[in-house]
């Protein structure tokens, strides 16, 4: 059986709630409960995924979630959006598409939106049924590990954002490269496990696909260890902005407003740059730009560049780095 086929029929008809996982690689996720209240129990007891891809700053912007199951994620960030803002979902599996869409008016009627923000398409991953340039905001929560051509993704993400757009994505990233009869596993492979990434490699997908500089926001060693591989999950943030391979000292500063709702005291661009209100911090070119040239610009208040002064160190304190839990920040 193909690999769509048996992840389809894996989440279509094996799996009809989040406790019929066995393993806990996609099970896991992080939730505003005030964001759950308007959730209906037949969504909110098929959420698979490992973390909570939402990001900040999302008021009336588009925003598409890749593999979105029974929608939770897209329900959640139809409230961030408002009711001037959009949210797609885009999922391969009837049956999910199915509980996500007869859910759609009885969600927003618990909102309290006039008019649905959100729909949903049937699609692959792999071929976006969207057209280029149209949406601010990719997020996707522990499916991309289960695309057998994860840089054909990266390639449609890139092109469907707008310029300055961002992927916001959490999944299951691996310490090394997993052997093919591991693969082949289906169970493994469906539950999020023997289809995920050597970290290594996921850089440099993603560079090849046009992302530079993918910074990590979050990592969470698993308890799952399979022939002494390792597994973590992460959110990743890419943003399609052309950067450089490196981080470059240019003798920027950055000093952040305070105006991000819900983040006034302290906004993390990722886990190497914690950006506290009113304080000034030097910053490298690249995230220079990753501030200046997407929908954060207007919360911060960013220096020109004065010269060039070689590389700038953007990796993670010690403290927050983790032998199992890879990191990819600041060029590594």
């Not at 029929?9 to 759950?36: H, M, P, R, S, W």
């Not at 993704?153 to 591991?182: M, Q, T």
């Not at 910074?215 to 990743?236: H, K, M, Q, W, Y």
């Not at 020109?304 to 060029?331: L, R």
Request: aromatic share 8%.
């Amino acid at each position: 059986m193909a690999t769509e086929e048996f992840v389809s029929e894996f989440y279509g008809k094996t799996v009809q709630k989040t406790e019929d996982l066995i393993y806990d690689a996609c099970c896991v996720a992080e939730y505003d409960l005030a964001l759950l209240g308007p959730i209906t129990n037949e969504v909110k007891e098929r959420r698979y995924g490992c973390g909570s891809p939402i990001p900040h700053e999302l008021g009336g912007r588009t925003v598409l979630d890749l593999g979105s199951g029974a929608g939770i994620d897209c329900f959640i960030a139809a409230q961030l959006v408002g009711p001037r803002g959009r949210v797609i979902g885009v999922d391969m599996t009837d049956e999910q598409l199915d509980i996500a869409r007869r859910n759609v008016a009885p969600i927003m009627a618990n909102i309290g939106y006039a008019e649905p923000n959100v729909s949903f398409l049937k699609g692959r991953i792999e071929e976006i049924p969207v057209e280029s340039g149209t949406v601010d905001v990719v997020i996707s929560n522990c499916v991309i590990n289960l695309s057998n051509n994860k840089e054909q993704v990266f390639r449609e993400i890139h092109r469907i954002l707008k310029p300055g757009g961002e992927f916001f994505i959490s999944d299951i990233i691996a310490d090394r490269r997993i052997p093919e009869r591991l693969k082949a596993d289906e169970r493994l492979y469906s539950e999020c496990l023997s289809g995920a990434a050597y970290f290594g490699d996921l850089k440099r997908i993603m560079r090849r696909a046009g992302f530079e500089d993918v910074r990590t926001v979050s990592n969470r060693p698993l308890n799952d260890i399979i022939e002494g591989i390792r597994f973590s999950a992460a959110n990743l943030r890419g943003f399609k902005i052309d950067l450089e391979d490196q981080c470059e000292d240019y003798g920027q500063v950055a000093v952040y407003r305070g105006t991000i709702p819900n983040k006034e005291d302290v906004f993390e661009l990722d886990l190497g740059h914690a950006f506290r209100a009113g304080v000034p911090m030097r910053v490298c070119k690249n995230t220079a730009d990753m501030i200046t040239q997407s929908r954060y610009a207007r919360h911060f208040a960013v220096s020109a560049e004065i010269f060039h002064m070689g590389i700038f160190d953007c990796s993670p304190t010690s403290s927050v780095e983790s032998a199992e839990a890879p990191v990819m920040n600041g060029c590594c």
